[in-house]
């Protein structure tokens, strides 16, 4: 352990612990920085986090030194402070100062930088500003702006490191070097949006958000990924009831700071065209109380088949699963060939989705697409299929529109084509719920924005179902996750409702004690 100073605070931290995180702890704040990132190998280039240490000849950089027994360190005096405003001179010498039109204003590190340490008239003039290409379109998602970079080389160092792609790169010398993607080469992987995260100021900038929203009117919310079975920790952005963009939220057990571009874009599924916006019954739009009226009247004659999807949230399944037994139902999930893809080492996994492994927590079956249709031909009564696309397998689909099919799903797609009553449910952004990732891990989200049209939350729906047949139905969320967590003998989390905001594998949560081997 190291004991040393830090702006008159005296603190122990343990050897090799570098100065910049040191210096974050007793601040309650990070230094100054534009090039460091602490998922990145460190480059100390932007030499924006210097500080004065006693007994050395000048400042030195903390991002790139380790701290020792003994250090005194001031981060705040007067010779650090005119040091950091000569540097962001520096950098704005051939900045264009087009934060009027930046999509990264309000969220950007020049500003936030020039506000605690500038604050001053540039002295270099307009004209004598170096120019370098703008909105150059350097890959599917990414466009770069040359002259807003400050060279902190994040991006190149991400596409070096963690993606191992090695697309961009520094080309010339002196104030012609600029970032830029190799020759014949495109900024196309699977992750290239997190450059654009990781990039402190506006040089790059994602196509697909560019100029759709001023930053400071967007609202967050908690979210997880639905795209696939690693369950990445997201960020929605939101404004008047529309999505916006997503972005990752760190969790350092699932995804770290990173997500991959597929997952990005599923916003766009919440506000589909194809979105169902009233319920329907037997191809006509009806009202809420008509379809209720059928939808009970079906579960009262009888139920012969329940088709969950590995898309619903846990207490979903946990509802669907209660009503297949109230009615003596079977209960199976598919096609199991479904929701698949092409996975990679990082973080997209060729699960396509989000909850496979709450359908194995409650003991639901996935059957192939021809098994699949062979148990809804043969079930003799009313199918409910809820959450997922089982009619995008003709097989399936063909099976679905021979019999009374019900579906309780989002989208205008095959399965409500086959089926004679359809009931328009809440997407993931829509509702809160509980994902349960490839580790087992326990993940909350939470509502976004409001539903679409007539949309309900499908799990009151299903509530409303089992009290019209005369059986227990939870009043509330937090009712129902304590249902849930009695039916999945988990009561040592002491409450579902409860989870951190990092998710939380049972196991471990257990203990030896508790948990036992397992």
Known sequence: MAKLTIDGTEIEVPDGTRLFDACADVRGQALPHFC?????????????CQVEVEGMPKLTIACNTMVRDG?????????????????????????????????????????????????????????????????????????????R????????????????????????????????????????????????????????TSRD????????????????CPGCATGCNVRIDHEAGRVYRLKPR??????????????????????????????????????????GQAFAARMAAGLGLVVASPHCSLEELHLLK??????????????????????????????????RAGLALLGIEELPGAELANRIASAGATVLVAGGEPGDVAVVGEALRAADTV?????????????????????????????????????????????TGQARDDWRVLGEVLSGLDQPHPGSLRELRGELAQALDLEHLEHLDNLPAGGLVPREAAGPAAGGDA
């Open 209 to 224: 958000f560019r100029f759709e929203k001023r930053v400071w009117m967007l609202k967050p919310t908690d979210g997880i």
């Open 407 to 451: 579906f309780l799903g989002t989208h205008d797609r095959a399965t409500a084509g086959a089926a004679r009553l359809v009931l328009p449910g809440a997407a993931w952004a829509e509702k809160a719920g509980i994902f349960v990732n490839r580790q087992g891990r326990f993940q909350r989200f939470l509502q976004a924005v409001v539903r």
């Open 250 to 291: 760190r969790n350092d057990a699932v995804n770290g700071a990173w997500m991959c571009d597929k997952g990005r874009m599923l916003y766009k599924d919440v506000h589909d065209e194809h979105r169902l916006g009233a319920p329907r019954l037997e191809g006509a739009d009806t009202d809420w109380a008509t379809a």
């Open 149 to 204: 970079c400050v060279l902190c080389s994040r991006c190149v160092r991400f596409c070096a490191d963690v993606t191992g792609t090695g697309e961009m790169g520094i080309f010339n010398r002196g104030d012609r070097a600029e970032i830029g993607v190799a020759p014949g080469v495109e900024l196309d992987n699977n992750y290239s949006l997190n450059t654009v995260d990781i990039c402190p100021v506006g040089a790059l």
């Open 322 to 355: 209660r009503l297949a037994e109230a009615k003596g139902a079977g209960l199976v999930a598919g096609p199991a060939e479904a929701d698949r893809g092409d996975g990679d080492s990082l973080l997209l996994d060729g699960d396509r989705a989000p909850n």
């Open 71 to 147: 250090m005194v360190v001031h981060t705040r005096n007067d010779k650090v402070r005119a040091a950091a405003k000569q540097i962001l001179e520096m950098h704005l010498i051939n900045h264009p100062v087009d934060c009027p039109i930046c999509d990264q204003a309000g969220e950007c590190g020049l500003q936030d930088q020039y506000m605690i340490y500038g604050l001053y008239d540039a002295e270099v003039e307009q004209a004598d500003k170096v120019h370098k290409e703008k909105a150059q379109v350097i890959g599917p998602h990414v466009i770069l702006d040359k002259e």
């Open 36 to 48: 460091y990132h602490p998922d990145l190998a460190i480059a100390g280039v932007c030499r924006l």
